[in-house]
């Protein structure tokens, strides 16, 4: 089993989450962390990590998070590779929970997640809140809403395990700022060996800090407008509609123009298929201030700390 971190001037961070590896339940692993780029602190950090179970690759220059997986793949030695965010932490049982599932999966090659805890300054929640429905679009499990507020259907880098091969067939898109999970898992289940799995229980600490630094706190809406119309193959017109509406929406309405509203809306109805739900996520978007929304999804879904 191997277990691939990419990590940045992050020394702190770093060493929680190699901890969390190193405690799992399971010996036979090996905990490859990338150094995106020259970072003497956290290779002096980790160096002082007394396991032979570790190992440390520092890339000569900085590729970002999805160039460093790939390196952290290729590298890999074990049959089965999980990735984990250098910000994020395991419970102890992870991988042992995933693999069972792997070793009973109906195809060649599973990609196993698992549920989250996500915790924020504000609440820490549970998601996905719902698990796939049989013979599901996997795009539809991970985009379409069931309600006013996302996590219905999920998946995060940090719960991610799959073989090794499926890394090396499949890599992360490098230079994606945002949705690379998404955009990974959409890719590889185009594949018809591949299915994906879902354990129910939590198994990762997603930590959403928001007075630090972190990509998904970015709002590159055009970017991810564009990688949305470059990858429509990827989407049921039904998912296309709905990550249009809610995701990419989200990212958009800080700017407040009505030719971007008209915008994603066109593409919406053009080339996807807009439920009921979808224009309502829509409209509350563009509608209500981002923290105003915040607090109404944490007091309906009762999150609390």
């Not at 440390?56 to 049959?79: D, E, F, I, S, Y």
């Not at 809140?129 to 507020?149: H, I, N, Q």
């Not at 939590?202 to 007075?211: G, M, P, R, T, Y």
């Not at 509203?261 to 224009?279: M, N, Q, S, V, W």
């Amino acid at each position: 089993m191997s277990v691939v971190i990419p990590t940045r001037f992050r020394p702190d961070l770093v060493l929680r989450a190699v901890t969390g590896v190193l405690a799992q339940t399971m010996d036979d692993l090996e905990v490859i962390v990338v150094v995106d780029g020259p970072d003497e602190d956290t290779v002096t950090a980790l160096a002082a990590l007394p396991d032979p179970r570790l190992r440390v690759l520092v890339q000569p220059k900085k590729g970002g998070a999805p160039h460093a997986r790939n390196t952290g793949a290729q590298a890999a030695r074990g049959r089965w590779t999980a990735m984990l965010d250098d910000d994020d932490e395991w419970l102890p049982g992870k991988l042992e929970v995933q693999l069972k599932l792997a070793y009973s999966a109906r195809r060649a090659t599973p990609i196993v997640a698992s549920r989250l805890v996500n915790r924020t300054p504000r609440a820490e929640s549970i998601m996905p809140r719902r698990l796939p429905d049989p013979d599901e679009p996997v795009s539809e499990y991970l985009t379409v809403r069931r309600g006013l507020f996302y996590g219905d259907g999920f998946i995060q880098t940090s719960t991610i395990l799959a073989p090794t091969e499926l890394f090396h067939r499949v890599p992360f898109t490098v230079g994606l700022r945002r949705q690379q999970e998404l955009d990974w898992t959409l890719r590889a289940v185009r594949h018809e060996d591949v299915e994906l799995i879902v354990a129910p229980d939590a198994l990762v600490v997603w930590h959403q800090d928001e007075n630090r630094e972190r990509i998904s706190l970015e709002m590159p809406w055009r970017q991810q407008f564009e990688w949305s119309q470059r990858s429509r193959e990827l989407f049921t017109p039904r998912a296309y509609a709905a990550f249009l509406m809610s995701v990419v929406s989200s990212m958009a309405a800080p700017t407040r123009s009505a030719k971007v509203f008209r915008e994603l809306l066109g593409e919406a109805r053009t080339h996807g298929r807009p439920g009921a739900i979808d224009y309502l996520t829509f409209m509350q978007i563009w509608a209500l201030p981002a923290e105003v929304r915040h607090a109404l999804r944490d007091k309906v879904l009762g999150r609390g700390r």
